[in-house]
C-alpha cells in the first residue's frame, strides 16, 4: 500500500527541489506541506512551509507572488509573535522591491530586518538582511555605508561555512573597490551552542585560556 507522504516529509522535498533549483516545483511541494500543516492545525510548521514557498517564488522570479507570500509570512509572524520569521519576511519583501530597483523601501524592509536578527542573534538572517540592505545602498550610491555591511554579512556567511554566499558577498566587495579581508581578520568569536558572539572582554578571557559565559544562553566556554 502506498503511504502519502507526511507534510514534514513534504517540506523537506521543497527544501531539497529549493536548493537543486528547480523552485516551481518546491512551490507547488511546499504548498501542498503548508496546506497539510494547516489541517492539522501545526501553524508553527504551516509558516515555515510558507517561508519556503516564499523562496521558491523570488527565485522563479515570479515577484507577485513572492510579495503576497512574503507579507503572508510577515502577518502569521506577528500573529505568533515570532521575530525570526518577522526578520525572513522583512528580507523577502525587501528582495521583491531590490528586484524592482526600488532601493529605498527595499531598504527599509532589510534594515527592519537586520535590526530584528542582530537582536535575536540569528546569523542567517543577519547575512541575508545585511547582503540586501548592501545591495540596496550600492544602488543608492552609498558605498561606504555598503561596505560595512558586506563585511558584516561576509563575517556571517563564513561563521556559518556558507562558503558559495561568501564568494558572493566577496564579489560585491570586490566590485565597489573594497578590501576582502581574509577569514583569519573576520574570526568572531561564538558561542558554540546558540552562536552568539561573546564581548571583546570575554574574547580577551578565552584567549588567555579562562573561561567565559555566553550571555544568551548560559554555556561556558573555554
Not at 71 to 76: K, N, V
Not at 187 to 210: E, H, I, M, N, Y
Request: glycine fraction near 6%.
Amino acid at each position: 500500500m502506498h503511504m502519502s507522504p507526511t507534510p514534514e516529509e513534504l517540506l523537506e522535498e521543497a527544501r531539497r527541489l529549493h536548493q537543486s533549483a528547480d523552485y516551481k516545483k518546491g512551490l507547488k511541494t511546499a504548498e501542498k506541506a503548508l496546506k497539510r500543516f494547516q489541517k492539522q492545525m501545526r501553524l508553527d510548521r504551516a509558516i515555515e512551509a510558507l517561508r519556503v514557498m516564499g523562496d521558491c517564488a523570488i527565485n522563479a522570479h515570479d515577484l507577485k507572488k513572492a510579495a503576497k507570500l512574503y507579507e503572508s509570512l510577515m502577518d502569521e509572524g506577528v500573529k505568533i509573535s515570532n521575530l525570526w520569521y518577522q526578520s525572513a519576511a522583512h528580507w523577502g519583501l525587501g528582495q521583491v522591491l531590490l528586484r524592482t530597483l526600488q532601493y529605498e523601501p527595499a531598504a527599509n524592509h532589510f534594515m527592519a530586518g537586520l535590526d530584528i536578527a542582530r537582536k535575536i542573534s540569528d546569523k542567517w538572517y543577519t547575512a541575508w538582511n545585511a547582503f540586501g540592505l548592501a545591495n540596496a545602498l550600492r544602488g543608492m550610491g552609498r558605498l561606504e555605508d555598503a561596505r560595512s555591511l558586506l563585511q558584516e554579512a561576509l563575517e556571517s556567511f563564513r561563521a556559518q561555512n556558507q562558503n558559495t554566499f561568501a564568494d558572493w558577498v566577496e564579489k560585491a566587495l570586490a566590485d565597489i573597490g573594497a578590501d576582502v579581508p581574509s577569514p583569519g581578520e573576520l574570526r568572531v568569536w561564538l558561542c558554540p551552542l546558540c552562536g552568539s558572539k561573546f564581548t571583546a572582554d570575554q574574547v580577551t578571557s578565552l584567549k588567555s585560556g579562562t573561561t567565559a559565559t555566553c550571555e544568551y544562553c548560559g554555556t561556558a566556554t573555554g
